[in-house]
């Protein structure tokens, strides 16, 4: 899944059944009505209940054969207080050695061809080895076809260790056994027509199980409690079919359990270059509405995804006449959080989805670990999505923003390490606002950016800037007298794709209504050229500067310019 292309697919499957002592459910299975708490065994309990006022609900089984418990108002679902949780998650991957490179090889490498008869339709790609094919590769006793039939691309030739066949069931039963776990149901909390409104309660969702909390005809509106869904395997889904209201409280999603990340499954690509673990954990957003978080001049819930991935989607599939308009996230106070610790995490959008984020209050936060930015096979955070930024702040640190015309009209941006903001298609566009630009970022695409550094380079189209307030910070070379650098001692402005073999046109803009401030405080005295500090692909774009802009300094000194060909100069004292 590509951040910039993302499908998203959402598996509702719902389990159902009765409480104590239940059976695998179906649609027959009865139904009761919800006790003050209680504890479930395996099997399926389903439940009515209009109002939940508080109780501990117990899951006493997780994984293959679990515990589902399904509560449904069928005229609205409140609930005011409540704790839900499982008596001991399990771990089906315990043990299993999970990392890029460091994990056993599952795919068989003979690809499955066409399928001669109706009987046995074509596969589209790799398949998983069986437990049968393992044991006749290792009866071979051949080291050689050992190594390289459990060896995967990211390894880079080095078998994993160990390699031995109970090393290789093991691996192998842990990922049948992910993907049976996550198609199934742990919590299910449903109205099926109204609204269903949280008021409070503790939502402690650590399950490899699946988990749905859903408005089916109405609005999901989350007025307080906390919700913490962790252990990879299945998502947590989230659904107001006609909008969803997040106004207080606090809604997480962990991809990692005491700093280990968890397994949401081997990669189902059926591809060699994917033959391994995706970890982490998704957090699933579903509605045919506005999103709307917080209330202005009120202090806003908490959304934190972190190891993983906000995936956003329609409840419904329109066609034609019945497309909706634009859907929008508001962001009008508290927080949304994007952090990336173990692997990036990322906001994938379903194909086609027209929805724009919209902040006129609250903070926006992505952020990276330096070692995903220091490892070319893994991408930064980014949040994926237009935006347009009003009022209120962006945080990006080793992180990225990106979507198509982006607008930034006010507010304040915080661009920390290796962090951009770029609009890939249309144009970014800046008419106010404040951006502080660390010395390695950029308003734009990152300036060199290629697949030797990520899986997804940076890319920018056209770049408007009519106004607002840029400011930079320069960080002293190591030794005195070397050449200030664009993307080293200074972040930078750049529009264009680092492509040379395309020709994307890109125009770079910058209006007589900007301001830009420099902190020079960490050069000694001398004057400084900064060469373009402001630029557009070589023999690939505009760069449109109409007149020498003047450049401040923190307290508003003019201590430079930034002269019609994009370079800075600059003399400090």
Known sequence: MTPHGSVLVLSLALATSPLVAATAGDASSPVATLPDGGEFAAGTHRFTAAHVEGGDFVRLADGVAPASVEITGHDGLVIDSGKFTTAQPIDLARGIALGRGKSISLYNKVHPGPADTADAPAKEGFQLYTPEQVREIFASGDAARIAKAFTSVDAKGVAPEPLNEASVLAALSAANDVVRAREQTAWQLTAENGDLV??????????????????????????????????????????????????????????????????????????????????????????????????????????????????????????????????????????????????????????????????????????????????????????????????????????????????????????????????????????????????????????????????????????????????????????????????????????GDNNPAKQGEPTLSIGKGTRITVDASALPGGDYRIANFASVDEGDGTLAIAAALPVRDPVGAVIGELNTEGHLDLKVK
Request: glycine share 16%; aromatic share 4%; proline share 5%.
């Open 198 to 495: 949280v008021n409070d309660g503790v939502f402690d969702f650590h399950s490899v199980n699946g988990n749905v909390i859903a408005a089916r005809q109405g609005k999901l509106v989350w007025n307080g409690g906390g919700l913490l869904s962790r252990g990879g395997g299945g998502e947590t889904t989230l659904q107001g079919t006609t909008g969803i209201e997040l106004l207080g409280g606090s809604i997480s999603s962990a991809g990692a359990v005491n700093g280990t990340a968890s397994p949401i499954y081997y990669d189902p690509r059926q591809r060699l270059d994917r033959d391994r673990w995706t970890l982490g954990k998704y957090l699933a957003v579903v509605t045919d509405g506005d999103i709307n978080v917080g209330r202005s001049g009120e202090r806003g819930p908490e959304l934190r995804v972190s190891d993983g991935m906000l995936q956003i989607s329609r409840a419904t599939k329109p066609v034609g006449a019945n497309e909706p308009g634009t859907q929008h996230i508001n962001l009008r106070s508290g927080a949304i959080s994007l952090d990336g610790e173990h692997r990036s995490t990322l906001l994938a959008l379903e194909r086609g989805f027209d929805i724009v984020t919209v902040i006129s209050g609250g903070t926006l936060n992505v952020t990276s670990a330096q070692s995903l930015i220091d490892t070319p096979t893994e991408s930064p955070s980014m949040w994926n999505m237009r935006t347009v930024l009003e009022d209120g702040t962006i945080n990006l640190d080793n992180a990225q923003l990106t979507g198509p015309d982006s607008a930034l009209k006010g507010g304040v941006v915080n661009l920390t390490r290796v962090s951009a903001i770029y609009s890939p298609t249309g144009a970014l566009t800046i008419s106010g606002g404040t951006i502080n630009v660390g010395p390695q970022s950029f308003i734009g695409a990152i300036k060199g950016d290629s697949k030797a550094h990520s899986p997804y380079p940076t890319a920018q189209q056209d770049l408007v800037i009519s106004g607002g307030t840029l400011n930079f910070r320069i960080a002293a070379p190591a030794a005195t007298g070397a050449p200030l650098l664009v993307g080293t001692h200074i972040g930078g402005i750049f529009a």
